[in-house]
């Protein structure tokens, strides 16, 4: 079993529509990142978590510590946003290793 | 620069060949990561260097997979008689207490092997 699990592995979206994006994990954590990939391109860091909620634009990161569950809204997508968000957790050692989820690849139709 | 180069970006070997590919982390970050990142998965940790150290070497698939840090900032990945399974992006990350572990990746280097 993966530490680390995302759902879906791939999803197809409208335009405009509201997307969640779903990871759990099954290790003790000190964080939780979001990431974004675009083809080709490297990685961004989008949100760091260690409880409750963040926002930054239409993304909105929620984390539930107890369930060890996190979900990445996006509200209004747009085709821009087509992209793989990987979650990934930090473990508790004693520097910040990072295990990484498969990715969800989420492509946004005008 | 101010993000975390990587070079080459492309590279094409012939099995059995030996490849080296750079990482430029941030300046001053003491941590730097190696990442392993086949087709269509999630990167895989390789290995970890605080400063010159290398502290975690777990990820390292085989012995033919071999990484350094001599001075503290820039790295190498070394993969010796490349295989065709190593065929892969390899990331390259930095983070310091200033980022608060956030870890700043490279473009990667997208490994072929023929």
Redesign the interface.
């Known amino acids: 079993k993966n530490e ?1 699990e995302q759902s879906p592995q791939n999803l197809t979206a409208q335009e405009g529509e509201f997307i969640t994006i779903n990871c759990s994990y099954s290790v003790g954590i ?2 939780l ?1 979001w990431l974004q990939q675009h083809p080709g ?5 989008l949100f ?1 978590l260690s409880s409750g909620k963040k926002k930054h634009g239409r993304l909105i990161a929620t984390i539930n510590i107890q369930e060890k569950h996190s979900s990445l809204h996006i509200t209004a997508s747009h085709p821009r946003d087509s992209a793989v968000y ?1 979650c ?1 957790v ?1 473990m508790k050692t ?10 969800t690849s989420l492509s946004v139709i005008p | 620069g101010a993000g975390v180069s990587q070079s080459p970006r492309y590279k094409v070997a012939k099995r059995g060949q030996d490849v080296a590919l750079r990482c430029d982390p941030i300046s001053g970050h003491v ?1 730097l ?1 190696w ?1 392993q990142q086949a087709l ?6 390789l290995t ?1 260097f ?1 400063n010159e150290a290398q ?2 070497k777990s990820g390292l698939p085989s012995d033919r997979f071999f990484a350094e840090r001599p001075e503290g900032s820039v790295s190498t990945l070394k993969i010796q008689r490349t295989q065709q399974e190593d065929s892969a992006v390899y ?1 390259c ?1 930095s ?1 310091s207490e200033r980022t ?9 280097t997208r490994l072929t092997v023929l």
């Open positions: 680390v000190s964080a990142h391109g490297g990685i961004v860091s760091m990987i990934a930090r004693s520097y910040d290793k990072v295990i990484f989820g498969p990715g | 941590s990561f990442y269509g998965q999630g990167p895989e940790f970890y605080q502290l975690d990331l990350a983070s608060g572990g956030t870890q700043y990746f490279g473009p990667g």
